[in-house]
Structures are given as C-alpha cells and as structure tokens.
C-alpha cells in the first residue's frame, strides 16, 4: 500500500506544476493513475482500511494527502466520510484531485 501511495504522490508535483501554469492535468498523468487505482480496487475493503490507517498518521508534507484522498475517494465516491476528509485537505490537493478525475 505504501508503494502504491508513494507512486500516486509522485504524480502529484506534476499535476500541481500543470495547474500552477493554467493547464489541465497532462492526459499521461491520468493514464498513469488508472492502472494503479484499478488494481487498488481489486481488494477494497483491504485497500480502505489500509488508507485510512495512513490519514490516521502525520504526512510528510501536506500534499501528501492526494494518494489517500484519490485512493478513498475513488473507491467510496459517495461516502460523507471520505467528502468531510478531502475537504479538509489542502487545497492545492483538492484541485489535483478534481484535475485529476
């Protein structure tokens, strides 16, 4: 799961540059996301729990939050849970997330 974070969130910077320049998220960038969120919804009650076991700690940064709040929110798209959690993430977050769908 952390792999899977880690990856997610590296894709962050880069659609965070994109939207800092005025531009959509880069096609390629979704691209790359689908096949890990695919596989991540293979087993989501494992996937979910595991998630928000990592909200539960401090991030490293504050961008940070984008894999989680992908990851939940793509795997519980109508949990008021989930909305209430992304919401309170940065916004700079919010925006990828949104660009990113």
């Known amino acids: 799961m ?13 659609i965070a540059e994109a939207l800092a320049r ?5 096609s390629q960038l979704k691209a ?25 700690a401090p991030p490293d ?12 929110s793509r795997l519980l798209p109508e949990d008021a849970q989930v909305a209430t959690w992304v919401a309170a993430c940065p916004p700079a977050v919010r925006q990828a997330l949104a660009a990113a769908r």
């Open 61 to 72: 940064r504050p961008e940070d939050a984008f894999a989680p709040a992908m990851i939940l």
């Open 2 to 14: 952390a792999f899977a974070c880690d990856e997610i969130n590296g894709l962050f910077d880069r």
């Open 32 to 56: 790359r996301l689908q096949p890990i969120l695919e596989a991540l919804s293979w087993d989501p009650s494992i996937v979910i729990r595991q998630t928000w076991e990592i909200t539960k």
């Open 22 to 26: 005025g531009e959509p998220c880069p």
